[in-house]
């Protein structure tokens, strides 16, 4: 089960958010589209257990993965092991297989450094999706790539969340993703932010 009934968010004196509430049903892929600032990564931060400071509740499932804008890689360790260092229970055979599936077989001993940023972004994928979240939560994993490698990591997030099938919630500024993506749309708007009804 997978709910925000969040009543509001403030930074301070201001008011970021609003009454805002949906659920998300297994298998589902929601996108979270509206204009720069409005609290998308706000609400992401909110569902994803990061931020804690709003009045509300959440509820979703302890088996989640998180995919930001950056690929949050640790410099110092190898690709495989920033695979199962979070998870150690994966196995370095699984954690092969994973990083087989999003074309890195061969790299398992590359430092982040060594790898392109399509790459990183590839392996913080596989990562994500190794553990077989039952919530996936993704902050914009597509921007500032070039349209190829865009186009490549879309068409790979695509396949992996129609084989693993977890519940989605990703934020974008692209209506173009989102139509691709999603099975639902969630759109914000206004100060504090809400969600506008379609
Ligand atoms: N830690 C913070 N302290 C104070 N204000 C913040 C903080 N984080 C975000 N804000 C403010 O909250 C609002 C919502 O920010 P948020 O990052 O959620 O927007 P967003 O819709 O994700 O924007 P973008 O599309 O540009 O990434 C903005 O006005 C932002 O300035």
Known sequence: MIRAD????????????????????????????????????????????????????????????????EPTLLPWRSALDNLLIPRPSLGREAARAAMDRVALSGREDAFPGQLSLGQQRRLALARAFAGSPEFLLMDEPFVSLDAETAEQMLSLTEALIAEAKPATLFVTHARSEADRLATRILELSGTPARLLRH
């Open 6 to 69: 969040i009543i509001s968010k403030f930074f301070g004196k201001q008011q970021v958010l609003g009454s805002i509430e949906f659920a998300i049903s297994p298998g589902e892929t929601v996108a979270l589209v509206g204009p720069s600032g409005i609290g998308k990564s706000t609400i992401l931060r909110i569902m994803a257990g990061i931020d804690t400071q709003f009045e509300g509740t959440v509820t979703r499932p302890d088996n989640m993965a998180i995919v930001f804008q």
